[in-house]
């Protein structure tokens, strides 16, 4: 038996949200004004890292700004949870550095997804904290991504069944929010993922997750699905797949399939990984980079129902 995870304190109003960028830089000035202006419309205090807006290359500062930044953040006892503005590149590279006991003895809600899902699951494994794959600060946050925030955050009992994202009724057969069943089936077990690209990146590191028994999720951006087809191959060669207990994909948002004749498409893709050991599969739920999306849990159980589409969170994410 795994573990109980340890769940930090829940968010409530006039909570002190530090508010920075371990990854890549913010291209516009706007885009922290932003992330200030939905912290207090949350109704929480706004916290900005001293080194937020500076830019390094492609990166939000240089390796030490962007590090001290995001250890002071999570060794600060006034400081209530932090929240990354954005994704994009970098946090492998201080990842080693990060202040893991400072963090343990300060538990405290840390949000992010795309490149942010080094840090995720590198916490998690580090100290058995759930962290949560969410919105950016900096991105508008629509009722439904709103609804879900606050009811994984702010509430202290079990979330219970996620909802789909809401159809539009003066559409007659729509693709938005559709969920598309591969392998059928259910599953329970711990709930973990985040960015695929990133988690092959944790492979052979202490960070990467233990997948035997897991509801995996997974989403990506701007991959070819050639490329998403490796990334499954490595995952399955390095024996991380076979004892899955189900297989939540999101998005993959701008992917690219092969233009060619007899090009594969995603479903014979995911059948190839997961039919053969029977792991339920779905694909279309709220997950990665699209407006409407869940904010999931790392490390708490969850049920999962490839048959009809849908996960179920069976424990509280906070305290």
């Keep these: 038996m795994l573990p109980k995870p340890i769940l930090p304190p829940r968010l409530r109003p006039g909570a002190r949200v530090a508010l920075l960028t371990p990854s890549g830089p913010l291209l516009e000035r706007d885009h922290c004004t932003r992330g200030i202006e939905l912290c207090r419309a949350l109704g929480f ?25 995001l250890n002071a953040a999570l060794a600060d006892p006034g400081i209530d949870a932090v929240w990354c503005l954005r994704g994009g590149n970098g946090m492998n590279r201080i990842v080693d550095r990060v202040d893991f006991g400072g963090f343990a003895a300060h538990p405290k809600p840390v949000i992010g997804y795309s490149d942010i899902t080094v840090l ?92 035997d028994g897991a509801i995996l999720f ?31 994909i999101g998005h993959f948002s701008r ?6 004749e007899g090009g594969l498409g995603l479903d014979e893709v995911l059948r190839t990984y997961f039919e053969p050991d029977r792991i339920p599969v779905a694909h279309g739920f709220p997950i990665g980079h699209v407006p409407e999306q869940w904010t999931l849990p790392i490390g708490v159980m969850a049920e999962f129902d490839a048959t009809n589409g849908e996960l179920t969170l069976l424990e509280a994410a906070v305290r």
């Design 218 to 248: 997974l989403e990506d951006i701007g991959e070819d699905l050639y490329r998403i087809d490796r990334m499954l191959g490595h995952l399955r060669l390095a024996g991380a797949l076979a004892l899955l207990a189900g297989v939540a």
């Design 255 to 260: 992917m690219r399939h092969a233009t060619f």
């Design 45 to 69: 205090e706004p916290v900005l890292a001293p080194n937020t807006g500076k830019a390094h290359g492609y990166l939000g500062g240089t390796d030490d700004e962007r590090l001290a930044d």
């Design 120 to 211: 995720l699951l590198a916490l998690t494994a580090e100290t058995g904290v759930v962290t949560f794959h969410g919105p950016m600060a900096r991105f508008a946050m629509p009722e439904f991504s709103r609804r879900h925030f606050d009811l994984v955050l702010g509430n202290v009992t079990a979330p219970g069944p996620l909802g789909r994202v809401p159809v539009r009724p003066d559409v007659l057969v729509p693709e938005r929010g559709r969920i598309a069943t591969i392998v059928a089936g259910r599953g329970a077990g711990r709930l973990v993922g985040g960015n695929l690209t990133l988690l092959q990146a944790l492979i052979g590191t202490r960070y990467f997750p233990d997948l």
